[in-house]
């Protein structure tokens, strides 16, 4: 587990995904279709992950750094992916709005 943009004072509590070579494919398949119609590429590294929660007060965020650091969580979990989705992500004073763009399958053939 982690957060960004650090420990400290979070604002995204997320969790990691182990890195694998179809994921790492994947990801640059994404990012050269997205390069070739325009959008700019990533600077940042990818790290595989899943959000777990937006912090909403600074205040939150460094009780939650806190407990951050001072535990160490780590579960374990296999679980298959069948699609995944391109969502519209909108943050606003009432909380974060989601919109879902597009999804795609993924088959045997690109998974």
Same mark, same amino acid.
């Given at each position: ?7 400290? +004072?979070?604002? &995204?509590?997320?969790?990691? #995904? =182990? @890195?694998?070579? @179809?994921?790492?494919?994947?990801? *640059?398949?994404?990012? =050269? ?19 777990l929660c937006r912090i909403k007060? +600074? ?10 650091? @001072? ?9 298959? &992916?069948?699609?995944?989705?391109? #969502? =519209?992500s909108v943050l606003k004073p ?6 879902? #763009?597009? @999804?795609?399958?993924?088959?045997? *053939?690109?998974?």
């Amino acid at each position: 587990m982690g957060a960004f943009p650090n420990a400290r +004072a979070p604002r &995204v509590l997320w969790a990691g #995904i =182990k @890195e694998n070579p @179809e994921l790492a494919r994947l990801q *640059q398949n994404i990012e =050269k279709s997205l390069v070739s119609i325009g959008f700019e590429a990533e600077d940042r590294p990818f790290t595989p992950h899943l959000t777990l929660c937006r912090i909403k007060s +600074a205040e939150d965020g460094r009780s939650l750094g806190k407990l951050l650091s @001072e535990s160490r969580v780590e579960a374990k979990a296999a679980f298959p &992916v069948s699609s995944f989705a391109f #969502i =519209k992500s909108v943050l606003k004073p009432s909380g974060a709005e989601y919109t879902p #763009i597009r @999804e795609f399958a993924l088959t045997a *053939q690109n998974n």
